[in-house]
């Protein structure tokens, strides 16, 4: 980590951020995934959603079990379906889809799904802001980084179930646009926050070491 570290304090004293951003966003990336995993989030999808219609349920986790063998594409399929049926399943259905289409390296269609459960005013406000997260997410590398700041905002509100995750997209964000003292003092802020995950805090912390002057 020490290496890591003494790069960026390289690149910072050449201002060269974007080829900081370029070098480490994907470091960025598996954070906020590691951030999910610790949230826990699927897992609570998938326990409530597990009481309702017992068919699509069948379908459901007869496809998550497919992905663990490996066949994706029959996977596909089946959340393709699912979606289709309407309900709680088929909102996780999409996100799988996209998650799916993720691994394929088709970022664009990943984000027009999310995209679309993020302007579904039929979902929980809970799954949009996911999606809203997870679209920003996959797309901040190409997109314009003010205008994925202005998504974030909402979900950057106390109270909001995904501000710590929302925040350090922020950062990454704020980064990628050649703030570095915005980018600072939201890690600095995320690493002193005790409700936030210990591993995003524990992120959060190294990233403000490597930006402080």
């Known amino acids: 980590m020490s290496d890591i570290l003494r790069e960026i304090e390289d690149e910072l004293r050449r201002d060269n951020l ?21 949230a826990g989030g699927v897992v609570v999808w998938r326990n409530h959603l597990a009481t309702q219609r017992k068919e699509v349920s069948t379908q ?18 089946l959340f393709d379906k699912i979606a289709q049926s309407g309900g709680g399943y088929a909102v996780l259905a999409r996100f799988e ?10 970022q664009v269609g990943a984000v027009a799904i ?29 997109a314009d980084p003010k205008s994925e700041i202005a998504r974030l905002g909402p979900l950057t509100q106390s ?16 980064l990628k646009a050649g703030d570095k003292s915005a980018a600072l ?23 403000a070491a490597a930006l402080a002057p």
Request: glycine content about 6%.
């Open 18 to 38: 974007l080829k900081l951003w370029q070098r480490y966003r994907t470091h960025v990336i598996i954070a906020v995934l590691v951030v999910f995993a610790i």
């Open 60 to 77: 459901f986790f007869g496809a998550l079990s497919l992905i663990g063998q490996g066949k994706d594409a029959d996977a596909a399929v």
């Open 97 to 106: 889809r996209a998650d799916l289409l993720t691994k394929t390296g088709n």
């Open 114 to 142: 999310y995209d679309s459960i993020a302007k579904s005013t039929d979902t929980d406000p809970e799954y949009r802001d996911l999606a809203t997260l997870l679209s920003v997410m996959h797309s901040l590398a190409t």
């Open 159 to 174: 109270g909001n179930a995904w501000r710590p995750s929302a925040l350090y997209l922020t950062a990454a964000a704020e």
């Open 185 to 207: 003092a939201i890690y600095k802020k995320l690493s002193d926050d005790l409700s936030a995950p210990e591993g995003l805090r524990a992120r959060a912390t190294e990233m």
